[in-house]
Nanobody
Framework: QVELVELGGGLVEAGGSLRLSCAGS????????MGWYRQTPENERELVADITYGGTTKYADSVKGRFTISRDNAKVYLQMNSLKPEDTDVYYCHAMSWGMRNYWGQGTQVTVSS
């Protein structure tokens, strides 16, 4: 079992920056990929960025060049620069185990004012 705790959400003006962090605890040796998702208007979670155990990253087109994901063992970070009002959302930390089990954090609110 893995638990994920996010920190770092908040309110920022458009063009500003925020850094999200997520720390995994428990059986972290089972974690392969970690990442960040956000909620769509249709109440689905869409990928923002993820990073594999080997360091390969993937980004949503909407955040490429503005967001950077990084990882240190069972901690994952999301540096968000040049934030836009449309980035406003609840951001969820995600971890997938080698056995394809999904774990989610509780979510952290990011609000970008125009």
């Amino acid at each position: 079992q893995v638990e994920l705790v996010e920190l770092g959400g908040g309110l920022v003006e458009a063009g500003g920056s925020l850094r999200l962090s997520c720390a995994g605890s428990g059986d972290v040796r089972t974690i392969s990929t970690m990442g960040w998702y956000r909620q769509t208007p249709e109440n689905e979670r869409e990928l923002v960025a993820d990073i594999t155990y080997g360091g390969t990253t993937k980004y949503a087109d909407s955040v490429k060049g503005r967001f950077t994901i990084s990882r240190d063992n069972a901690k994952v970070y999301l540096q968000m620069n040049s934030l836009k009002p449309e980035d406003t959302d609840v951001y969820y930390c995600h971890a997938m185990s080698w056995g394809m089990r999904n774990y989610w954090g509780q979510g952290t609110q990011v609000t970008v004012s125009s």
